[in-house]
């Protein structure tokens, strides 16, 4: 590995745990799960300027009680899809899957949902609650390929976390 590779990684983990602190001070007295949420897609986008950083939670579609979707929630970027079904594009696929999926070029991915033309690479994480169920997933996309790497997985991976003890079915 490069020298300037080494730094570049290492100053990416750097800002996760840079802003996973600010983030958890944030939410120390916080119980809203909107204001919450509100605040870390805030506080990723200002530290990373991405193209699109946001949450879609896990609800009932209106039309069918038992059935679930997607549902987009707080989100820093231009308008995006609404609705995602479970199991399509790649949040549905992290939320059946229940594990992050890191897309380096989204023109390759099987089944991409294109909410914006802009967007080149794409990860998504699942949030969980305390009994393990994915309520939500985190969704960030770059206008650039490859952004995303390990200290990104790791990093939103934590920050998701703060999230476990949060209700999301209010």
């Not at 120390?28 to 506080?43: G, H, L, S």
Request: hydrophobic content about 45%; charged content about 30%.
């Amino acid at each position: 590995m490069s020298t300037t590779l080494l730094i570049t990684a290492t100053a990416k983990a750097e800002k996760y745990e840079q802003l996973n602190s600010q983030i958890e001070s944030l939410l120390k007295d916080e119980k809203d799960t909107v204001a919450a949420m509100a605040t870390i897609t805030a506080a990723i986008q200002q530290t990373f300027e991405l193209l699109w950083v946001g949450f879609y939670l896990v609800k009932e579609k209106p039309e069918k009680e038992k059935e679930k979707q997607l549902v987009i929630g707080p989100f820093q970027g231009p308008v995006a899809c609404l609705r995602i079904d479970f199991g399509k594009g790649v949040c549905g696929k992290a939320w059946k899957d229940k594990k992050t999926i890191n897309v380096p070029n989204v023109d390759l991915f099987v089944d991409h949902i294109a909410c914006s033309s802009a967007s080149r690479s794409e990860i998504v994480v699942p949030v969980f609650n305390s009994e393990k169920e994915v309520v939500a997933v985190l969704d960030l996309d770059s206008a650039w390929l490859s952004e995303f790497d390990e200290d990104d997985i790791n990093g939103l991976e934590k920050i998701v976390e703060l999230l476990k003890d949060f209700n999301f079915y209010a």
